[in-house]
């Protein structure tokens, strides 16, 4: 049929050649997304299981009770609601869960922190592409996340409640930088009952959401969200009981305790992300991403957190979600610059091998060697290819 010279019926040929071909690639990038997400949950799974096999064939006492306050979450599991020492008493979440599983304790604990060790390098992939970093990059993040030492620990100790903070931790970061406020506020409350540590988001979102969204709503926004974390936060000691853990006096107590252990602040540096430390730090004039920079409000507050805690590269190491992504800028660097950061994961590796042959153990030898060496050797070997790289293909883009 034609109407003033056009042809209705090559038309509606042509609009619908068009929506097929639309539908076509949709379903194709739908596809490739699937295929990507299983490529990164399968490296992340076969990881895990990397380190659990090594860890029970090369490590006395792996996933093992170690330390008091896993005995405390050991006995919570057995009864979430009877009351243990603070603050360990108030973190019932990981307890939980592996009290409703049809599983041994050590099982349950074995199965929800390694799931939850899985699921943050997963999230920590997509949180580093939602930074526009490239998928290559992000994948290399993730890497990074799985063989730092604070993750490695979490298998060793492995009735902690670390490996869902760390996974929360991160959700809330991820929410907060694609404006979600269901996503956050559910993670902010799941977060609570697990660890405190999550209510040092709540700077980020206010001034994120002021950046995006102006005075009124960040004001508005970060109250409704304060109001809803304190609810939980009383509330669940309100159950147990309130204690004077963060009290001035324990905060005293405890930087006598750091100043009598000066060596075990010297390894905290090893045990969290050693080299990665420095690397960020000088990198902090290549970040551009407004996210990451106001992400930089939390650090004081993270650190602050070492008057309240003795494993203090536990404390640090929920800082990944920052220090990770800034070191990534590795790839923007100047030539110079890369040789200077080689020499520092040399001279760290270094430094940590001569700590622990003068016997400055926190740990027995064998999981100090496990948890410390494998990041390092990862970031010098990274290193050593931006190195080649920069040589030999100066014009390549891999960002």
């Given at each position: 049929?034609?109407l003033?010279?056009?042809?209705t019926s090559t038309?509606?040929?042509?609009?619908?050649?068009w929506?097929?071909?639309i539908?076509?690639e949709n379903?194709?990038?739908?596809?490739?997304?699937?295929?990507e997400f299983?490529?990164?949950?399968?490296?992340?799974?076969?990881?895990?299981i990397?380190?659990l096999?090594?860890?029970?064939?090369?490590v006395y006492g792996?996933?093992a009770?170690?330390?008091?306050?896993?005995s405390f979450?050991?006995q919570m599991?057995?009864?979430?609601?009877q009351r243990?020492?603070a603050?360990y008493?108030?973190r019932?979440l990981?307890p939980?869960?592996?009290?409703?599983?049809?599983?041994?304790?050590?099982?349950?604990?074995?199965?929800?922190?390694s799931?939850?060790?899985?699921?943050?390098?997963?999230l920590?992939?997509?949180?580093l592409?939602?930074?526009?970093?490239?998928?290559l990059?992000?994948?290399?993040g993730l890497?990074l996340f799985?063989f730092?030492p604070a993750?490695?620990y979490?298998?060793?100790?492995?009735?902690l409640?670390d490996?869902l903070?760390f996974?929360?931790?991160?959700l809330?970061?991820?929410a907060?930088?694609?404006?979600?406020d269901?996503?956050?506020?559910?993670?902010?409350?799941l977060g609570?009952?697990?660890k405190e540590?999550?209510l040092?988001?709540?700077p980020?979102?206010?001034?994120?959401?002021?950046k995006?969204?102006?005075?009124t709503?960040a004001?508005k926004?970060?109250?409704?969200?304060?109001?809803?974390?304190?609810i939980?936060?009383?509330?669940?000691?309100y159950y147990?009981g309130?204690t004077?853990h963060?009290?001035?006096t324990n905060a005293?107590d405890m930087?006598?305790f750091?100043?009598?252990?000066q060596s075990?602040l010297?390894?905290s540096?090893?045990?969290?992300?050693?080299?990665?430390w420095?690397?960020a730090l000088m990198?902090l004039?290549?970040?551009?991403?407004d996210?990451?920079?106001?992400s930089?409000?939390?650090?004081p507050?993270i650190?602050?957190q070492?008057?309240?805690a003795?494993?203090?590269?536990?404390v640090?190491?929920?800082?990944?979600?920052?220090?990770?992504?800034?070191?990534?800028y590795?790839?923007?660097?100047k030539?110079a610059k890369?040789?200077?950061?080689?020499?520092?994961?040399?001279l760290s590796?270094?430094?940590?091998l001569?700590?622990l042959s003068i016997?400055?153990?926190?740990?027995?030898?064998d999981?100090?060697?496990?948890?410390g060496i494998?990041?390092?050797?990862l970031?010098?070997t990274?290193?050593l290819?931006f190195?080649f790289?920069s040589?030999f293909?100066?014009k390549?883009?891999?960002?």
């Amino acid at each position: 049929m034609i109407l003033n010279g056009y042809n209705t019926s090559t038309s509606n040929y042509n609009i619908l050649t068009w929506k097929n071909m639309i539908k076509s690639e949709n379903s194709q990038k739908k596809k490739s997304s699937v295929f990507e997400f299983l490529i990164v949950l399968i490296f992340a799974s076969s990881i895990v299981i990397l380190i659990l096999f090594l860890g029970k064939n090369l490590v006395y006492g792996f996933s093992a009770i170690t330390t008091p306050d896993s005995s405390f979450y050991l006995q919570m599991s057995l009864n979430p609601f009877q009351r243990v020492n603070a603050p360990y008493t108030y973190r019932v979440l990981t307890p939980l869960l592996v009290y409703v599983l049809p599983l041994s304790h050590w099982t349950g604990f074995t199965i929800i922190n390694s799931s939850g060790i899985i699921a943050t390098g997963v999230l920590m992939y997509y949180y580093l592409k939602k930074l526009k970093f490239s998928p290559l990059i992000s994948f290399l993040g993730l890497i990074l996340f799985l063989f730092a030492p604070a993750t490695i620990y979490l298998f060793y100790n492995i009735a902690l409640v670390d490996s869902l903070s760390f996974l929360l931790f991160l959700l809330a970061f991820y929410a907060i930088l694609i404006e979600n406020d269901i996503i956050y506020v559910i993670t902010l409350i799941l977060g609570i009952l697990n660890k405190e540590t999550i209510l040092l988001t709540l700077p980020v979102y206010f001034f994120y959401t002021l950046k995006n969204q102006g005075r009124t709503n960040a004001i508005k926004k970060t109250i409704l969200m304060l109001a809803i974390a304190s609810i939980i936060f009383i509330s669940i000691r309100y159950y147990y009981g309130f204690t004077s853990h963060y009290s001035l006096t324990n905060a005293i107590d405890m930087i006598k305790f750091h100043i009598n252990n000066q060596s075990m602040l010297f390894v905290s540096y090893f045990l969290t992300f050693s080299s990665l430390w420095l690397i960020a730090l000088m990198n902090l004039n290549e970040v551009k991403n407004d996210f990451l920079k106001i992400s930089l409000i939390t650090l004081p507050f993270i650190f602050l957190q070492m008057l309240l805690a003795t494993d203090v590269y536990r404390v640090l190491a929920i800082t990944f979600p920052i220090i990770i992504p800034i070191s990534l800028y590795i790839y923007k660097v100047k030539k110079a610059k890369l040789y200077l950061y080689f020499l520092l994961s040399i001279l760290s590796l270094f430094a940590y091998l001569v700590w622990l042959s003068i016997g400055y153990f926190v740990y027995p030898l064998d999981i100090m060697l496990f948890m410390g060496i494998p990041l390092q050797i990862l970031v010098s070997t990274l290193l050593l290819v931006f190195i080649f790289r920069s040589v030999f293909s100066p014009k390549s883009n891999i960002s």
